[in-house]
């Protein structure tokens, strides 16, 4: 694109001109570290010209010619550190272009629909957003994807809009985002970017737990600097982005434009559902050692069943008959399960590779794999609890059985005794996920399979998980968690009861076939009141035997 294409955008004159101020502020830095040296010169120059000379002259000329050099040097040092400094990269699934041929030449007919610049690879992020990503910095290069400074950058896919999404919908979403290649390729936004980039980066490696080393000083220095330059040009930064987002917008008004209203619709819904089926689907596997290897194909089913609940989802399912997005990539299948193995790396903190206590797991094993042995530990933990606080067994057989967890919950009123229970529980439970967490790499790690690139691909060492799903669970939710799951325990022992799952909230109970969705109220009422009634005629309208000993993990 010409500097006269650009600038004939209301957006892109704003772009630029904020990247200009950015672009100014590292000019002044540099004005600053040159003072000395430009001040040295003009005494020099008048002692060479017999203007300036004398004792008091003399002393100044050498000791601002000694400032001058130190603070070129200093400065040099600065500088070489802020550009060798790596910037922050999103974890993503590569995938070449053999992997998605059709997904690319959809892209690139879309770039050629903007006339902008095509991206120069995709990539997809187990998240509902799709961005252009700058990876031409030298310390992101990996084996087979080095790339030139001045490429234009690449573009993230949300791997959840691949499955949800029909192939027009997926077009007329990716057009702002892949317009925004065109200011990409602008020098001066270009140039801002690198530099805010490098800024940032600096920061965060003199924040960061660097080793003791006689670098360590200089970091720390650069760090300072780095800081001070970023206040001075955050502001234009920012408004810099959102006129290169507006420039974009209004680029890609003339492509695609009436169904893109009809697709943001669609964007909303696939984060509802992402959402759902990873804090109450996936969150339960990725706790007992497992991880979902379907988490994409998982959305559409999740958001199939909030079509038929809500009301106003309906119609969409009537969209499933339109080819899928996902059947641009040669390898859905592949490419899911890195998907799916990155999502739990990102949001729980797994190992990078499978083993044995970290393994992949179907939809239609999840049940018996995930939702049974999750319930059957938990209802062995609780007991174990018990026994350690020393709580009698209840009457009748013995072993561990729902009676006794009831007859002491319910022994004082108000739920005093689920205190001292939810307190122990929790610390029982800190223990075991201390003594179980995962001890996988947490650097690049391959998929392992042709398709799917490397699923940590570009991924520095950052703590993990980095978006950790849910705040830590209190004592009472804990301690709730384990009365439902000896319930459950219970009536699949006693009455033919099955684990099973649902889409949209996650492990159920299913009895004759149907879910049973009305247990946690009269668990709530035993935990937080200490009423253990309502749970009575719950187990009594279903015929469940509390005081019969269920089996353990």
Known sequence: MSGTAIGESVGARGARSKALAVLRVRGWATAVALLPAAAAVILLAGGAMGRMNGGGWDAARWTLTVCAV???????????????????????????????????????????????????????????????EDRTHPAHAIARTRRRSGEAPVLVIGSPFLWWMRVAELRAVLGPVVAGTGLAADPDIAAARRFVRGLDAAVADAAGPGKQSIGRPLSLLTGRIARVLLRGCQLHAAEMERWVAAAASERAQAVDYGLRIVAQEQVGLAYAGWDRLLTRVALPAWRMGRWPSRLDAGVVSALTELSRRDRLAEGFTSRLGERPACDLLEEPGVVDEAASLLAARLFHGGPAEGGPDWSPVDWQRYPDEVVDRKWRSEASRIHQVLDELGVPAATGPEGPTLARLMEHLSQRPGGAASEDLAAALTARTAREEAGSEPTGAAGPAPAGRDGAGEVLALWGGDPLPLFPLQPPRTGRELLADHVVAMVCCTAIDTVGAAPGLDWLDGPALLIDGERRADLMAPVLSLVEDGDAQPLRIWLGSLGVRPEKPVRLV
Do not use: F, G, K
């Open 70 to 132: 130190v603070v070129l040097l200093a400065a040099a040092a600065v500088a070489a550190v802020i550009a060798r400094a790596t910037p922050a990269l999103s974890p993503t699934v590569e995938l070449p272009e053999r992997s998605a041929p059709d997904l690319y030449r959809l892209v690139h007919d879309l770039a050629d629909r903007l006339d902008v610049p095509a991206p120069s690879a995709l990539a997809l992020t187990p998240d509902c957003d799709s961005w252009l």
